[in-house]
């Protein structure tokens, strides 16, 4: 008796398919009594992220989409779940951004604040956007070079000071101060470098327009498109897409990732392939 009651026991904590509930009654031990067989109690299964307990990652792109101008959404994101602050999503070919990175390169003082207060790690970046000119100084003095690394997108470093010059409801306090560390970066001479894009025309560009295959499967589709600065992008069929940079004359590097290179195969002077090199070729897009 006492080695079932045991097994029971073992049973009951250990099981992993649910909350196993025990009927106990007050009842004399004999040899007649048979041992209690347990009501289990299945908790319903639901579907977990593939990552799981990683967050999923439609949580994490919301928030970073979301941080780029909508406080409302991110207010209810983050004070449902407060790790969201520092969530960073790769929008394609490594381009990665934090929420936190998304406020501060469109000059988003309350998002990054709200951001902050929940956890979010400043980095140079926030502090050029906020005009914190002191802690900006402080990292650029302590790593030498910080202000040629780009953010997100290639942004360059001043173009995050001058991105909160935006808003219309920017305080004369706030101006001063970003006026200020706009100077600053200025005076650097190299706080503004950004990758390199060769002209294009507009005839030029209707050469690349168009879906391209690269796989049997129904979503196995790049689009190749113009996105809102009349840029070149290129996604798989239904996203947002990455910039092109035009580094050569069939050849193009996605914004934020400057190690990619995508190349074109052109006859009669419209693309028929496309090639994406990270740095070795990868894969290769048949224009449909």
Known sequence: MKENQSNRRHFVKNSVFGVLAVAT??????????????????????????????????????????????LDK????????????????????????????????????????????HGARPDHFTFAMLGELDALKAMLTAQPGLQKIPGPHGIPLLQHAKHRLWHEGITPEDKVKID??????????????????????????????????FGTEADQIFELKLNRRNMLSLGKKGTFGRALNRIGPTLFSPSGAPSVQISFVLKEKQAISLTIHEPQPLVTATRI
């Open 25 to 70: 009654t007050s009842v004399a031990c004999t040899k007649n009594i048979q041992p209690i067989t347990p009501r289990v109690t299945t908790v319903q299964k639901t579907a977990l992220f593939y990552r799981y307990p990683s967050l999923d990652d439609e949580s994490v792109s919301a928030v970073v989409g979301a941080a780029h101008s909508n």
């Open 74 to 117: 991110v207010k209810s994101l983050v004070n449902n779940r407060p790790e969201l602050a520092n969530a960073a999503w790769d929008w394609g070919f490594g381009d990665w951004e934090t929420a936190i990175g998304a406020a501060a390169h469109m000059g988003r003082k309350d998002i990054a604040e709200f951001l902050l207060s």
């Open 180 to 213: 200020q560390t706009i100077a600053y970066l200025e005076a650097l001479g190299d706080a503004n470098e950004s990758a390199k894009n060769l002209d294009m025309t507009e005839t030029e560009k209707q050469m690349y327009l168009g879906e391209y295959r």
